[in-house]
């Protein structure tokens, strides 16, 4: 993955929402931000009970259970150094070594996003709700922009994100660090864009936001 914003299109034509088959419209809502701007928490605050909320977190931490096809595929590429005791990945000694290594975190990505796109796209067709919000981490480097109708994208200052992932995750600074070098920068993900939330002050400035642009997309 490659963070300079040049690398990356300035916009990209998603098209009219889906229609359901049973007559109304089908909005798909992607969320996604950059580690520490807190886009779950923005997911979450879209929901209402005519919602599908799909976590890729969740659904990516499934992936790696002993057994398979995704564990056996990394415990291949990485070797038994990345295991604990009992046999299971440790996700924090992945991290360490993709954020750290490109060529590593490409592996990986090619490993893992296959099959998590394939999860996505069966709960996606299993559900019968109007909306569905796709929360991702990955919207654009995953190369999901086309399976959403509308995208937001939340941004948080540099610090703001640092100290956050911290507290939330348990982080060295310098680890976070790593992790933001390795994303896409918040002003190249913008391009993509439909809606952005800046979600650098009190929770109530970002729940106005959410709600402005909930007004607007659950009418259409």
Request: aromatic content about 4%; glycine content about 8%; charged content about 30%.
């Amino acid at each position: 993955m490659n963070g300079a914003d040049g690398a990356w299109p300035q916009s990209i034509n998603r098209g009219k929402p889906r229609l359901l088959s049973r007559g109304g419209r089908r909005l798909i809502l992607g969320v996604t931000g950059n580690i520490g701007c807190g886009k779950s928490t923005v997911a979450g605050m879209f929901k209402t009970k005519d919602c599908l909320l799909i976590d890729a977190d969740k659904l990516a931490h499934g992936l790696f259970s002993i057994g398979s096809g995704v564990y056996k595929k990394i415990k291949k590429y990485f070797g038994q150094k990345i295991l604990q005791k009992n046999n299971c990945v440790d996700r924090e000694k992945i991290a360490k070594i993709v954020f750290a290594n490109q060529a590593a975190l490409a592996k990986l990505s090619r490993i893992v996003h296959p099959e998590l796109i394939r999860q996505i796209k069966r709960r996606m067709r299993r559900t019968k709700k109007r909306i569905i919000i796709l929360d991702a981490a990955l919207i654009i480097e995953a190369g999901l922009t086309r399976m959403v109708d509308k995208l937001v994208v939340v941004t948080a200052k540099r610090q703001q994100q640092i100290l956050r992932s911290q507290k939330s995750l348990g982080l060295r600074k310098k680890q976070v660090i790593l992790i933001m070098k390795s994303q896409i920068s918040q002003r190249a993900k913008s391009r993509f864009a439909d809606f952005i939330i800046d979600n650098s002050s009190q929770v109530t400035k970002t729940q106005k936001q959410v709600s402005k642009i909930r007004r607007q997309l659950w009418k259409s």
